[in-house]
């Protein structure tokens, strides 16, 4: 099962910020957390990933608590393009078929003019 | 930065006969892929975990004689789907890390193959 809740879905107004929340109470020490979206009919897109800093590319912000229970996306300027469903997953330490990702539902973020 | 490639996008078979999909690597190399499958409305799923050199392993009630995986290079793993039914019909998703399988390695994803099975 997937070790993460997102909200099911979210509005955004174009240009705006899109702040996506992701809870991981359970999470341990040594596990990462991903962001990925997925554009409908489309494979899955990295977007960012952290441990315990935040982290930033060029795509997104990644802000983790300090007790990284929970942590959110930062899209800073979202655009029409960015209509997507965001997947926050934590991702198990390799071992077997572990090191994979189990996706959970994702929040299905749509931007609006 | 890291590309998975994968073909086709999309294909039409007749129940009964068999599909092959191809998941590539194109600029790294990739030891382990992933292969994930989502149904409408659906999250990805994963299959099985395809390892080079080796036998794939099978996520629980996956039927590995109907999902054969060969993974015989560092860039290449296929899936074929034998004797294909209706209700095999689905996206099948491949992926890969690009620094191997270390926690920190982001998995790279194909664009997906569309199978509708008639």
């Known amino acids: 099962d997937a070790k993460t809740t997102q909200p099911t879905s979210m509005d955004c107004a174009e240009g705006r910020a899109a702040n996506l929340p992701c809870n991981h109470s359970?999470?341990?020490?040594?596990?990462?957390v991903y962001w990925y979206r997925q554009i409908h009919s489309q494979g899955p897109q990295y977007i960012i990933h952290g441990l315990k800093n935040n982290e930033t590319n060029e795509m997104a912000s990644l802000i983790i608590t300090e007790d990284r229970k929970s942590s959110t996306l930062i899209l800073p300027h979202a655009t029409l393009r960015d209509t997507a469903v965001y997947y926050c997953?934590?991702?198990?330490?390799?071992?077997?078929?572990?090191?994979?990702?189990?996706f959970g539902k994702g929040t299905k973020l749509s931007v609006k003019p | 930065g890291a590309v998975v490639s994968q073909h086709p996008s999309w294909v039409i078979c007749k129940s009964g006969t068999s599909v092959k999909i191809e998941c590539r690597s194109l600029d790294f190399q990739a030891t382990t892929m992933f292969w994930y499958r989502q149904f409408p409305k659906q999250s990805l799923m994963l299959m099985a975990t395809s390892n080079e050199g080796s036998k794939a392993t099978y996520e629980q009630g996956v039927e590995k004689d109907k999902f054969l995986i060969n993974h015989a290079s560092l860039t290449l793993s296929t899936l074929t789907v034998t004797s294909a039914h209706p209700e095999d019909s689905s996206f099948y998703i491949c992926?890969?890390?690009?620094?191997?399988?270390?926690?920190?390695?982001?998995?790279?994803f194909g664009n997906g193959t569309r199978l509708t099975v008639t």
């Open positions: 359970t999470i341990s020490g040594n596990e990462y």
């Open positions: 992926s890969a890390p690009d620094r191997g399988m270390a926690s920190n390695s982001p998995l790279h």
């Open positions: 997953i934590v991702r198990v330490p390799y071992g077997g078929s572990q090191g994979n990702l189990i």
